[in-house]
């Protein structure tokens, strides 16, 4: 049996906590009322369609301008441009633009028509430029035949020019002096064979002034003309009186024959001989004014022959106009 612990003393009682008086509760400290804020601007309307409207507008229309344009239009606008160029003689800018446009990639047929149109025109500048110095050498010719009376040698002179250089208004004025000159010669030849009274040579000569349509040349033409009808008249009334008078006159027909039918055939070769040389050395406006001449005076072929002088005129003209050579009577 084990021994009893011996009882535990007992615990001192427990003091009571000291009454406090009763505090009463602090009420919480307000803040200090704040200064009033400014009021708040008003809010902004949105923006409106209208104006993205306008903006996209404007920013197309931006990109239209800057972006790169067709690479293949701009090369055959500068061909084209280059091209103007040669049609006014700038060759040397037209050939420059044409180095220009190899080392821009432009294509074989861009390149070749540009050379085509480069060598087509070059002919007719170099013509062109060359004209002022050959004009005042053909015209010291044609001004010393003039003055030595060699209508034709002026004539021939003057239609060697215009074949290489083509017409202008100083060849049509010299052409006009030639045939005025021609007229004025051909009238002075008629009152020759008046004060002769040879009435077909004046007849012949008058018909081809008058073809000539020198205005300034028909007073005198018309006064000619009177002067032969009253050469008529009295070579009528001689012939009268001297039928009244002889018995026996020689007949009229062989007496016209005689006098002037002869004279009038040697004219009229000659003068298609000289149509037909001028036709040879292409001065086919002399040719037609002689070929005239001869059909006035009865020559056989001088019709014909002025017909194919005036078509061969024409075609000449043409040729000329396009800016081509006359060679050997055919355009080149």
């Known amino acids: 049996m084990q021994p009893v612990p011996p009882p535990r003393p007992a615990a001192p009682p427990v003091a009571a ?30 923006v409106g369609k209208g104006t993205w409207l306008l903006v996209a507008l404007f920013l197309l229309a931006v990109w239209f301008l800057v972006k790169p344009g067709d690479p293949t239009a701009k090369l055959e606008q500068r061909v084209k441009d280059a091209a103007a160029l040669a049609e006014q003689c700038k060759i040397v800018d037209a050939r420059t633009e044409l180095a220009a446009l190899r080392q821009d990639k432009a294509t074989g047929d861009q390149l070749r028509r540009l050379q085509a149109a480069i060598s087509a025109a070059a002919p007719a500048c170099e013509r062109k430029q060359q004209r002022p110095k050959a004009w005042t050498e053909a015209r010291k010719g044609l001004e010393a035949a003039m003055a030595a009376g060699s209508l034709d040698k002026a004539s021939t002179r003057l239609n060697a020019f215009t074949r290489k250089y083509g017409e202008d208004d100083d060849t049509r004025e010299w052409r006009e002096r030639i045939d005025a000159r021609r007229a004025e010669k051909l009238l002075d030849e008629a009152n020759a064979c008046l004060k002769r009274k040879d009435r077909a040579c004046v007849q012949n000569k008058l018909d081809a002034a008058d073809k000539l349509k020198r205005p300034e040349a028909q007073p005198r033409i018309e006064a000619l003309r009177e002067e032969l009808s009253r050469l008529l008249e009295s070579t009528m009334l001689e012939g009268g009186a001297g039928v009244t008078a002889t018995d026996a006159p020689p007949p009229a027909r062989a007496i016209n024959t005689a006098t002037f039918a002869a004279p009038d055939k040697g004219e009229a070769q000659r003068l298609r001989i000289e149509a037909e040389r001028d036709i040879a050395q292409a001065n086919y406006r002399g040719a037609m004014g002689k070929a005239a001449q001869c059909a006035t005076l009865g020559g056989a072929g001088c019709e014909a022959l002025r017909t194919r002088a005036a078509a061969l005129d024409r075609d000449y003209q043409r040729c000329l106009a396009a800016g081509n050579r006359w060679v050997n009577a055919t355009c080149q």
Do not use: G, H, N, W
Not at 19 to 46: F, I
């Open 17 to 46: 906590p000291p009454v406090q008086a009763a505090v009463p509760p602090v009420e919480p400290t307000r803040p200090a009322a704040a200064a009033p804020s400014p009021a708040a601007p008003p809010l902004r309307k949105p």
